[in-house]
C-alpha cells in the first residue's frame, strides 16, 4: 500500500475526529444548560500527532474527560477554576460570584456534576472515538486503499 495514501487516510480521520469533538463541544446540548463551550479551551487543547506506526489523539487540557463522563462525587474542585467558570458563563443570578462558585463546588463535591448524575456518556467525546467511527473513516478507507493498491499491482504491473 502506498504510504502517501495511507497516511493521508489516517490525517483525514484525524481531523473529523477533532473536528466533531470541537463541533460538539460548540454546540452539542449535553444539559439543559447549553453547549459545553466556555473559553474554547477545550476545543483549543485537542491535538493529533503521528508518531511512526501509532495516531495519537489527546488533549492537553486536564478536564477534558469531564465533558464525557462528569465529575463524581467526593472532593471539592479546585475553587480557581469553578471561579473561572462561573466568570466566564453568562449566569442570570444576583447571587455573588464567589458565593455562587462556592455553592456549585459544594454540590459538586456532594453529588457529582449533571452529566456524571445522568450517567455520563455525553458523547462529547464519545460520539468520535468509538468503534463503529474509526471502522467508516479509518479501518474501512484504509482496507480500500489496500485493495486498491494491490489490484493496481496486478492488473497494472507497469504502472505500479
Known sequence: ???????IVVIEFAERVLSGIKDNI?????????AMHTTGQAEESLFYEIRGHHLIIGSRWAYITVLEDGRKPGKFAPPEIIRQWVDDKPLGTDIPRDSL????N??????????YRQGGNSGILSDYLNQDFVHEYLTGPLGKAVIDEVT????????A
Not at 462558585?101 to 456549585?104: K, T
Open 26 to 34: 460548540r454546540g452539542k446540548q449535553v444539559t439543559p444548560f447549553g
Open 1 to 7: 500500500m502506498s504510504l502517501i495514501s495511507s497516511h
Open 106 to 115: 459544594r454540590k459538586l463535591k456532594e453529588e457529582g456534576s449533571l452529566i
Open 101 to 104: 462558585a462556592f455553592l456549585i
Open 152 to 159: 493496481n499491482i496486478l492488473f497494472n504491473p507497469v504502472a
